[in-house]
């Protein structure tokens, strides 16, 4: 990895996120809020109801650094849904940085339809060069973004260096299993134009060496299969209604993909859970 391979990862994100087709897809089948990995009750819930229950976990891991004062960076932010739920209530300030700028515009639309635009501010930016100065947050915050970068470990530099002191990291992500083969995700990964997956073990070791040495993993992994079954049930079911709002090569790629996905979760190759990250 490096500063070549970090562009390149850029330049596919935005190129992804910055589609009509991502964008309908997402509000469709995801809610168009929370677009990341879901905890689910049972297995018929809705995506997007399970989509939020992650951010309400995640938030309840930093609960204590959050309230009037405190200052929130929400690495790779997307549609804001995360950033809205900080903001209403706790009443912290956040800063969303995101690369997608149609992203960015529906969440400064949802923003001011909420009446939330004075504590939020959405950035465009990238999370591999994040523009503000050292010990700039009490919580840097991330969802399911960092799987886009192509230098995890520049980036994690990034995101420790504008922590307080005492701020803290809390972040999901999709990553590989430790124990998963280097290449055993290129068919699932390649719509999203990476290399491959980082492993908690990677994690918790860069972060660690990062001075963040107080480091929880709770390992949700189990919620993988689950969540891409709905995705794969939904896309499936509604495919005649998704037709109308999403070209068809693009349905045709995601009704080829998530089968990979769910096949790699079978397969106890995949791990996701809720990292929280801060110095002892």
């Given at each position: 990895?490096?500063?070549?391979?970090?562009?390149?990862?850029?330049?596919?994100?935005?190129?992804?996120?910055?589609?009509g087709d991502v964008d309908a897809f997402y509000a469709a089948v995801w809610g168009g809020q929370d677009i990341h990995t879901g905890v689910y009750?049972?297995?018929?819930?809705?995506?997007?109801?399970?989509?939020?229950?992650?951010?309400?976990?995640?938030a309840s891991k930093v609960a204590g650094r959050l309230g009037p004062g405190c200052t929130v960076l929400d690495l790779g932010s997307g549609y804001g849904g995360p950033a809205r739920y900080l903001a209403g209530k706790f009443g912290c300030k956040v800063v969303a940085l995101n690369i997608s700028e149609s992203q960015n515009e529906r969440h400064r639309q949802a923003n001011a339809e909420q009446g939330l635009d004075g504590l939020i501010e959405?950035?465009?930016?990238?999370?591999?060069?994040?523009?503000?100065?050292?010990?700039?947050?009490?919580v840097v915050w991330s969802?399911?973004?960092?799987?886009?970068?192509?230098?995890?470990?520049?980036?994690?530099?990034?995101?420790?260096?504008?922590?307080?002191?005492?701020?803290?990291?809390?972040?999901?992500?999709?990553?590989?299993?430790?124990?998963?083969?280097?290449?055993?995700l290129r068919a699932a990964v390649a719509r999203l134009e990476v290399d491959g997956f980082a492993?908690?073990?990677?994690?918790r070791q860069t972060i660690a060496g990062l001075g963040l040495t107080?480091?929880?993993?709770?390992?949700?992994s189990d919620q993988m299969l689950t969540h891409y079954l709905r995705l794969t049930e939904e896309t499936g079911q509604r495919a005649r209604e998704l037709a109308g709002v999403i070209s068809p090569a693009y349905l045709q790629g995601?009704?080829?993909?998530?089968?990979?996905?769910v096949e790699a979760?079978?397969?106890?190759?995949?791990?996701w859970g809720i990292f929280h990250c801060r110095r002892s």
């Open positions: 990895m490096g500063r070549e391979s970090a562009a390149r990862a850029e330049v596919a994100a935005r190129r992804y996120y910055e589609t009750v049972h297995g018929n819930e809705s995506v997007a109801v399970a989509s939020r229950r992650t951010v309400e976990l995640a959405v950035v465009a930016g990238s999370f591999q060069d994040i523009p503000y100065p050292a010990g700039s947050f009490d969802q399911e973004a960092f799987c886009h970068s192509g230098d995890r470990t520049q980036l994690l530099g990034e995101a420790v260096r504008v922590l307080k002191t005492r701020g803290e990291l809390v972040f999901t992500d999709l990553m590989a299993a430790d124990a998963a083969p280097a290449d055993a492993t908690p073990a990677f994690y107080r480091i929880d993993f709770d390992d949700r995601l009704l080829q993909n998530l089968p990979l996905w979760c079978r397969k106890g190759l995949t791990s």
